[in-house]
Structures are given as C-alpha cells and as structure tokens.
C-alpha cells in the first residue's frame, strides 16, 4: 500500500510540461484531431493536424523516439509505458494504414525487402534474453515543388532498449561535410562536369551486424500463434548500429572497385587512374557522383546496382532538402521548399517582410536589457532555431542571428523568441535566395577574418566571423563566439584568424586529394593592423605573452609562406555580417559579396536559369 502510495505522489509531482504528465482527461478514448484520415486524400493535413495536437500535449517525443523509457526508476518507466500506449491509441495508423491499399502495398514492398535480404532467422529465445520491439513508420515523400512522389513504410527496430556491450558496440558513422559537398559542386562547375544523384533503397538491411540480437515478430505477417523470435542477421533501421554497418559495408564495395577514402572527409571516395577522375560522396543512403567521364560513373552505377538495389535520381536536383538548379555560367543551391515550410508552420508565411535578420547590436541590447522575462515554453524556440540551423546550410546571410539566438537555447527570454520571429520575416522577403557557383578564372583559396571584441555583455566574449572563397563562390564561413576572453581587439582578431587559418588548412589538404593544388600563399585578409602585426612579428610581447602555444601555428604558416596575411578597409570585408548586425544598405552589400541571388527572379518557362 506504501509503494503505490509513493508512486502515485511522484507521478501527481510531475509537471504539467513533463512528457509523462496525463492530464484527467487524456484517456485513450479520447480524440485529439477531428480531422479523420482517409488513405492518400488527406494525409498531409491530418499527420500536420496530429503532430500539432501532440506537440500541445508535450507527447510528440514518443513518436520521433525523443522520449526514452526510463531504465532507473520503475515508478518513471511505468508511467512512461502508460504514456506510450495512450499516444498509440490516439495515433491508431496502423489501423488506418492497413484499410489504404497505398500503405498496404508499401508495408508488403518493405516486407519483400527484408525477407529478399534474409533479414533475420526465427529462433527460440535464448533463456535471460529479452526482445527489443518493432513498430512501422509511415512518411510520404515529396518532390521539391510540393508534390507527393511516394507513399513509404518502414518496418523499425525500437533500439532505444538495447544494451551497450550486450547487443551493439560502436554506432558513431560518418557523414559528408556540407563544406565538401560545396567544393566539389564549385570544383564541378569549373570543370564543366555532370553532377548525378543515387539513391540506396533500404540501406541498412545491407550491413551485417556480429551481435545477438532478439527482435520480436512483426505483426500481420506471422501467425499469432508463433512462439519463437527473430534473430538478426542483417542490420535494421532503429538498430544503434545500423548507420556504422552499413557505412562499413559501402565502403567496403568502393575500396574494392578502387577508390580511395579521403583522410579528410571519410565520406569522400576518389577514383584516379588512366586519366579518369570520379568523386563520389555520401550521405548515408544518398550519393552525389561527379566527374571527368560519363562512362565511368555509368560503370559505378552498374557496380552499386549489383551490390544494393539503387534508384539512379539522375541528374543532382535535390539533394537532403536543397534544390539545385542549374544554367550555363553555373549552380545555384537553395532550400526555398524548405523555408517556405518554415514560414508556414510558424505562420508567418502571410508576414510583412524586412530587410535585415537582425536588428544593430545597441538596439538589440537596449531591447534585451529593458525585458528579462524568461520564456515559459521554450520547446518552441528551440525547434525554430534548430531549423533555422539547417537552413543557414545556404543562407550565410542569416549566420550571425543563428549564431546569437543559438546562445539561448536552454534560457530563452520572451525577447530572444521576438528577435527569432524577425527573423522569419527577413526569411519572407526571399525565401529563394541562395547560393550562387560560378566559374573563374583560377581556382584559388581566398579567405577573410573579422571579429567584434567583448560583444557577449555577460562573459565579455568575442565573435569570430569568417568566409573562405573557392574561385569566385563561397565554400566556407563560421560565425561563432569565441571561447576565452581577449584583453584587446587585437588579440580577439588575431583568434579569429588563427580559426580561418585551420579551415583553410583543412581545405589545402581537402582539395590537394581531389587533385588541385592552390597557389601558395593563401590570402588571409584582415582588417585589424595589429593583428596583423603579430601573426608576421614577436611584437607587443606585453599583450600577447599570455597567448597559449597553439595560436602562435598561425605565426609558422606564415613564416611557411602558407598563409599570407593581408590588410583590408573594414568597408570592404565581407566577413564584417558574421559579427554583428548590418544596416540595411550594408547588408544589402554584404550578401552581394557573399554571391547570394535570389534565383526565382531569375527562372524562364522551362524552370532554368535565364542567360
């Protein structure tokens, strides 16, 4: 009687803004979205209906997998258990996906998948074993205009129950760079070279995994009387590590056919032999292939297609929620679908739009100082800015606001959410800008350094912003506060510096592995004299002795003759936007220099850029 007592005392403690938290009237007969789902005519508005509904309810985390079952307190566990099963009632898909012959048909495609893969073998379960779960996801993809392409299943493992040492053991798996993907875009368009995208279907049921591991039956698909369960074999989405299996497995298929991993991005492959030249990198089940010779992409295509089922999506339009469109002078890379989605979900798609993302740093500080009042909901402010994150992949524009608002994610005050839905109508003024590759006269490194001294008013730290260009586009920028305290504008530039020189360090060994060697040295231009000064000289000994050893790498690149560093007017750097906030007619300047267009103004009939 104690132990229930206690229980329920812990369970009414919980705050009403707990995932676990059920309010009286959250029963499972309870209908949270009035809106009935009907097959393919309406699924895009009841999932938007049903993710909102749950989201109010704090309760969407045990859809996306965020909310994890507690493992130390049994009380905690079984609340969430009972959480769980009253969102399932509520979400009731599987119900509603068996009765659509569209849902039916893709579950029975992904079950063909996995028994064609010999996914696993029934076994009887081993005595002090226990079984992870298994559930299935619904999506629907769309095309870059909006349009449904195709209605998707997948059967998942529920790897939040599996032990670390007993069932999985490494999970981490490496991902393409975005900075890499932009160099060898820039490096496509100088060359002229076709740029083609593939598409691994089910590729984590490629991986094979070395533990034992107990999945139960899937339902529907066995009878109810079948005691024994499934023993994996391959691995499966859901699975820790299915994302490190089945990067092993890929990159063992590539070696062998005679690529070479790079030692500075593991998901770059190149192939270099008999004057052909193929670069080929990887987004876990996405892939981009560029190169000098059709003939050999089409041969590593034949050679994928054996090993994996693969879709040849053809020539690279879009790729992880940026579209690529292409004219003869270059590429543009933009996420407009996606920003628009962004406005829509927030509503502000129907905003007054502005021309800055963030307001001059007085006016900012003026407005924080006056309002302290700390955000009750910060879930919210949190999504917002994690998307805009991701959207800052083609908006360097919008850097330093993301950078600023980044800063409070875990405190928020009502005024950071009013600076972040300013932002949103900055976004409205051109959902499509991006980013502009051209062609130039030689591809070269070029680099420049800002920062803004003592800008963080509680710990007085600096902001380093910075912009690496390839040719004439931009592959690179950071816009980030620094992490130790500079005593002067001098040091807090020379910081900065120190941090470009790194990534254009990286970007020399990058590069030289896809065959192009920039000419040494690379310009570093900075628009602080002092600075300067010290990364040439062991001047002002009394300002820089405390420095630690590891900045003083960039005095050696420049004795090296790597790096050359070169003073600029503070009007002509563009890396002045990633430090703070600009006027509008600077601003305006700023994303110029950056080679941001907005290319919808641009589009003929045929949806091509206009000469």
Not at 63 to 90: F, H, M
Not at 114 to 126: A, E, G, K, S
Not at 489 to 497: L, N, P, V
């Amino acid at each position: 009687m104690g132990d229930t007592s206690t229980s329920a005392t812990m369970i009414s403690k919980l705050d009403i803004g707990d995932p676990l938290y059920l309010h009286p009237s959250d029963s499972s007969t309870l209908t949270i979205v009035s809106i009935k789902l009907k097959g393919t005519e309406n699924y895009p508005v009841w999932s938007n209906a049903m993710r909102l509904a749950l989201e109010a309810k704090n309760k969407y985390g045990f859809i996306d997998g965020k909310c994890i079952k507690p493992k130390d307190d049994q009380v905690l566990a079984n609340q969430w258990e009972r959480c769980n099963s009253v969102v399932i009632t509520w979400l009731n898909l599987i119900w509603e996906a068996a009765k659509d012959p569209r849902w039916v048909e893709a579950m029975n495609k992904e079950m063909e998948a996995l028994f064609r893969n010999n996914t696993w073998t029934l076994v009887d379960l081993p005595p002090g074993r226990k079984p992870i779960g298994c559930k299935w996801v619904y999506k629907v993809k769309y095309k870059s205009s909006g349009e449904i392409e195709r209605f998707k299943a997948r059967l998942v493992a529920k790897g939040f129950n599996q032990r670390e040492g007993l069932d999985f053991g490494e999970t981490f798996s490496p991902v393409v760079k975005m900075v890499t993907v932009r160099c060898i875009i820039a490096l496509a368009v100088q060359n002229d070279w076709p740029m083609f995208q593939l598409d691994i279907n089910n590729a984590f049921l490629y991986g094979t995994i070395n533990e034992d591991v107990y999945m139960c039956l899937p339902k529907g698909y066995y009878s109810p009387d079948e005691t024994r369960v499934c023993k994996l074999v391959k691995s499966l989405y859901g699975l820790k590590q299915a994302p490190r299996k089945w990067n092993e497995k890929l990159s063992s298929v590539l070696v062998d056919y005679g690529f070479v991993q790079s030692k500075c991005d593991h998901s770059m492959y190149v192939l270099s032999r008999n004057g052909v030249f193929i670069v080929l990198l990887v987004y876990v089940d996405d892939i981009v292939v560029t190169g000098n010779n059709i003939d050999e992409v089409n041969k590593i295509k034949g050679v994928l297609n054996l090993n994996f089922q693969i879709k040849d999506l053809g020539k690279l339009k879009y790729f992880l929620g940026i579209e690529v469109l292409y004219n003869k002078s270059g590429v543009c890379l933009n996420q407009r679908k996606y920003c628009l989605e962004l406005l829509s979900e927030f509503g502000y798609l129907a905003c007054k739009p502005i021309k800055t993302p963030i307001e001059q740093s007085y006016l900012i500080t003026a407005k924080i100082s006056k309002n302290q009042s700390v955000l009750k909901n910060i879930t919210g402010f949190q999504k917002l800015v994690g998307k805009l994150i991701y959207l800052s992949l083609t908006r360097p524009d919008i850097s330093y606001a993301v950078q600023f608002l980044s800063q409070f994610m875990h405190s928020p005050t009502d005024m950071h959410l009013q600076i972040a839905l300013r932002l949103l109508r900055y976004l409205k003024s051109g959902p499509g800008c991006g980013l502009l590759f051209k062609k130039d006269d030689k591809l070269g490194l070029v680099g420049f350094v800002d920062s803004d001294w003592a800008k963080c008013l509680s710990t007085r730290k600096s902001v380093t912003g910075y912009c690496v260009y390839l040719g004439g586009s931009l592959v690179s920028w950071k816009s980030k506060k620094q992490s130790t305290v500079s005593r002067s504008t001098g040091e807090a530039e020379y910081r900065a510096m120190c941090s470009a020189t790194c990534e254009i360090m990286w970007l020399l060994n990058l590069l030289r592995e896809v065959g192009v060697n920039c000419e040494l040295p690379v310009k570093l231009y900075c628009d602080s004299k002092a600075a300067i000064s010290i990364a040439a000289n062991p001047v002002f000994h009394e300002k820089t002795k405390h420095f630690e050893v590891d900045l003083h790498f960039l005095r050696e690149k420049v004795g090296s003759g790597i790096i050359e560093t070169v003073k600029v007017d503070s009007e002509s750097q563009p890396a002045d936007g990633f430090t703070k906030g600009l006027s509008v007619e600077q601003h305006k300047v700023f994303c110029e220099k950056l080679g941001m267009v907005n290319w919808f103004s641009y589009l003929n009939e045929e949806g091509m850029l206009k000469e």
